[in-house]
């Protein structure tokens, strides 16, 4: 990593570019990279098992990163690495870390490709909208989940006392405050104090007024932000740097590159994810998250993202001492056993391709509260499983799923879903018969499959 | 004729090819074998564009693809554009637009596409990124003598500066100077009507659709 004042003295000084060219200029590279890597996709393939097609895909993100830097939007400045900086930055990635305090202290580390440890599990509402009358209750169940590690970004406040939050309003600092209020109040209510929560307000510069040790988000809870698609940072994103590394917060950075977009197809953008996972190392990042994200499906679990979510996640795990995670967004919605298949067959590619896993979420939740902390345990469970199996055992599995929901796979075509309230009971936070029903349905549904469920 | 009909092939595998310097040699070719500046706009590069983002539609191609085919077209269209203007016909036909992502929003690709795709279809447009404050749109707007608005807005609390802006045209008095587009993810037909816009396009296609049978 460089120091923040180094990250900061490239974004004023960097050269100057434009961003639609860069977008264009990296466009240019990743095509020369794949040809001269030799990187192809494989339409059948969900879960790479070739080591060094993977190995390759690590070279061109490295190659690509070393040209073309991240790029500062409001400075519009690229912010340059030298090959020495990044073999540095690399070398000094932390493997693992702690997070969270006493007894709900979760240790974060780093996995390797068909790692038999299981993943460590970032679970909650994952910024879904979450309605301010639920907040609390809604967290306080997905905190209940044993397996979830981490209590993952606890919900999208869009209003707060009927009135819709402009970002960066004075609306918006209190906002944060109730964010992080909430989540804590959550975690306690669980009986699970000293759970780690990985924030992110959603309040641009005005998340940081979350931070409170007593009442707020603490310095051991893990801040995440995101780069700006395709390997770009803005003020926002260094102020929060700034904010995270002062207070000594472990960094969770996702990179979200878009299969379709400026990456061209899968290759082109399993290159840029592996560049955004240098550049985040290079911020100063803990953890490098992905989200293999498609542009006509917006959405994770098609597949050209199986296949990228693997690529990716093996060649980091390959080649760098860095933790990975991998976020799962899928189409259709809790409630449904579409949502079951979709979450479960993107765990497979990635879980024995060395990641952890960040999720599950709808990509396009209808409503608030389009989440389940019962979905998030049968996730983490499929998580535990995958552990079991090798990457050509998970590549068969996956490609079963895939079969079940690929034709309904557009947002318009996918189940619905529904809202938490309408699959559990909100006074004892019980999942409901229909919830748990559906929860053993896909449960025996996959164990007959093959995923080794205990 | 053949020639006729071989050149305007030349002109669409152009676009297809996305190739800047055959766009402009095949619209030379065109100008120079007498066909009609606006034959050769229509039936030469405009249906290959189309085609082409009908193709993005599908992801038969990627991005930088149709940027590249339409950065093809508009080479191909400066060629064209003197033939054009003698006849009397505008190369801007379709409108000039305003277009950018709202304040507090950092989305673009989305946008990107309905800019590549409108500059395909022979609309002048001023692209103002993202982030933008509203009084930007109409104060460009206004210099470039726009008769769209397009607003690009992805998260649910950013749609509401869609709704500042026709609020804000309507308090200066010139909201009927503008058709006002909307888009983004989050943004519906009832959001359109809830909020007084005259059209709004769920993908870049329905968009132009959108734009080219406006009546304002
Ligand atoms: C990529 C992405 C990002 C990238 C953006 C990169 C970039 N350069 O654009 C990054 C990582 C930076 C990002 C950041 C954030 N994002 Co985001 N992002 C997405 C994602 C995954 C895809 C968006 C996209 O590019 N789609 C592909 C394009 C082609 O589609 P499109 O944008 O819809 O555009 C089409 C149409 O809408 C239409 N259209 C678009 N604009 C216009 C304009 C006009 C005039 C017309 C007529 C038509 C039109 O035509 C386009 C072409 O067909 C969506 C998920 C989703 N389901 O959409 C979330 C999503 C939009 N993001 C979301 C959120 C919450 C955020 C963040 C706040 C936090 C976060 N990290 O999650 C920040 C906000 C930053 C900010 N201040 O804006 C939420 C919004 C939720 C909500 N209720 O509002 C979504 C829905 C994810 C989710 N499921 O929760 N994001």
Redesign the interface.
Known sequence: MLSFLEIAKRSETGPMAIADELGMKIAGIVTGLAKKYDIAYDPEVRVNTDDDLADRVWQAGRDLILEIGLYSINSRRQILFSEREVDEGLAAVRPEFTAGEGLDTALVYRRDVEDNRPPVIFGGPFNADVHQDMFVRLNEAFAGEPLIDLLLLPGYLKELDGIMIRPNSGLSTRAAMFYGRWAREAISRAGRPGLPIVGHAVMALNEVSSANEEWGLRSCDPRAFALISELQVDDVTLTRLAHYQAIGAPIYTSATPLIGGYGGGPVGTAIIGVAGHIGSVMLGSHVMHLGPQHIKYKQQTNAMSLWLGSVVKQAAARNSKMINTTSVTTSGRPGSMQYIYEFSALVLSVVPSGSNLTGPRPAEPLGWNNVSPLMCRLFAEVGHAATKIDRKEANRIADTLHEKYKDKIELKDAPKGLPFEKMYDVNTLQPNDEHWALYEKGKSELKELGVPLE | MAEHEEILERMRASIVAADETEAMAAAEAALAAGIEPLTALEEGFAGAIRAQGEAF???DI????L??SAKAMQAGVSVLEPALKAKGIDAARSGVVVIGTV????HD?GK?IVVAMLRSAGYEVHDL??DVPIPNFISVAEQTKADIIGLSAL????M?RQKDLIELLNLKKIREDFFVIVGG?PVTEAWMNEIGADGYGLDAHMAIEVLDSRTK
């Open positions: 539609s599908n992801l990627f991005l930088p693809e940027v590249l304040e507090g929003d950092l690709i990107n990124g993202t998260l649910s609390t950013t509401l993810a």
